[in-house]
């Protein structure tokens, strides 16, 4: 039962976020491992661990979940589950899109759509800060502020950001 429980998260997860990148599925994710008992701070360890894994970050949270709820074979279904329809998808996409892909009101659609993922990740965002309680954690507030600062302003590479902030992490807490 466990693995059809799995295989309809992930499925869901991969058709609905189809397209939209791996920060605009945050939300749904977050929702759906919510189903098998993660806390909002084993959602953030997900998101931690399918950041600093290769690969997207809808493949990793699936892969990772599935493993915790049901080990090896539990990873595999949500995993699968995960990809399949962005498959398919895909497959159908490829030839329609090649027919249409000068038509106006498909540019049109595709820039209309485009503000909603930024939407996403926002509230994805403002979610997690407040599951790991941030604004009152003077020192993991420290952290976001200079890694987002850095970031933003700076344009630190966000691969050695993840490890300083790993480090200093690591030595404050």
Do not use: C
Not at 63 to 90: D, W
């Amino acid at each position: 039962m466990i693995y059809l429980l799995l295989a309809i998260s992930f499925l869901k997860v991969g058709l609905l976020s189809f397209g939209g990148g791996g920060y605009a599925m945050i939300p749904l994710i977050q929702k759906e491992v919510g189903h098998f008992g993660l806390s909002g701070k084993e959602f953030i360890d997900v998101l931690a661990l399918s950041q600093i894994t290769p690969g997207p970050i809808g493949i990793n949270a699936a892969t990772y979940t599935g493993y915790k709820v049901a080990g090896v074979a539990g990873s595999a279904v949500a995993t699968f589950a995960n990809v399949i329809p962005t498959f398919l998808i895909m497959v159908a996409a490829a030839r329609v899109f090649y027919l249409v892909r000068a038509n106006k009101h498909v540019e049109a659609f595709f820039a209309g759509i485009r503000p909603v993922f930024i939407g996403l990740i926002a509230s994805s965002v403002i979610v997690m800060a407040q599951d790991i309680r941030l604004w009152q954690d003077a020192k993991g507030l420290a952290i976001f502020l200079s890694v987002f600062t850095a970031a933003f302003a700076l344009r630190v590479n966000p691969i050695l950001l993840i490890i300083v902030s790993g480090i200093i992490g690591f030595f404050l807490y």
